[in-house]
């Protein structure tokens, strides 16, 4: 109980008394050790707090979104098949995929064509240095798969099918695919509370401690030449 007082007492003078930082200065360097890593704990936890509290609930509406609305994204009667290489649909194309605004949103902005950024684009009958006017992150034609590697599309890398397996791709096969994913769609929003927590209890701290060691090695360096 003592050290639990004296612990939140230490945190109450580092927050709130600015002249409490000369005496941690004057203090054995195992003390100025300890003072940091508490006060790093309780900063880190206070911060994964805040983040937390406006992530976990926007995630957690998201999960909800996807799990409802995801497989009404993809067209019921749409057949996508790659094999030998060749990819062929049973669509007039281009086959667009719009970004699903609807996952992130209650009301979608409404946003026409020509600043509509799409997810996926399929059309066979172009080639791969269509894909700026395609207006896609990922744009697929007959033989290969070209993904952006820019906001501006001037960039972007072009993969082969042919170094893809053979596959069928349908309403049935995505709607499948969701189902296994829905265990782990479920522990995204705590998945992503740990990962804050990590970065900012841990990560953070053990970033600050190596970088301060260095530069003290770099000054220690600095005076014993000094000094010769």
Not at 19 to 34: C, D, E, I
Not at 105 to 113: H, L, N, V
Not at 125 to 140: A, L, M, N, T
Not at 175 to 199: D, E, H, N
């Amino acid at each position: 109980m003592k050290k639990l007082r004296l612990l939140l007492q230490t945190f109450w003078n580092s927050a709130f008394t600015l002249s409490y930082y000369h005496t941690v200065a004057k203090a054995p360097f195992r003390f100025s050790l300890k003072f940091f890593l508490v006060l790093s704990l309780f900063t880190g936890l206070i911060l994964t707090t805040l983040i937390s509290w406006t992530v976990f609930p926007k995630l957690t509406t998201f999960v909800t979104r996807l799990n409802t609305r995801i497989t009404a994204l993809y067209p019921g009667d749409l057949v996508i098949e790659i094999k030998d290489g060749k990819l062929t649909t049973n669509q007039t194309e281009p086959i667009r995929f719009p970004l699903p605004y609807e996952l992130f949103m209650e009301t979608p902005p409404a946003i026409s064509d020509q600043k509509q950024l799409y997810l996926v684009t399929v059309d066979t009958h172009k080639k791969p240095s269509d894909y700026r006017e395609s207006q896609s992150i990922v744009f697929i034609t007959s033989e290969t798969i070209t993904i952006g590697e820019s906001a501006e599309g001037d960039s972007y890398r072009v993969y082969p099918l042919k170094d893809f397996e053979d596959i069928l791709i349908n309403r049935d096969k995505i709607t499948s695919g969701l189902v296994s994913l829905k265990p782990f769609l479920g522990t995204l929003p705590y998945l992503a509370v740990f990962l804050i927590a990590v970065i900012f209890v841990f990560i953070l701290p053990t970033t600050r401690i190596i970088f301060l060691l260095f530069i003290s090695i770099i000054d220690l360096f600095n005076f014993m030449r000094f000094i010769k």
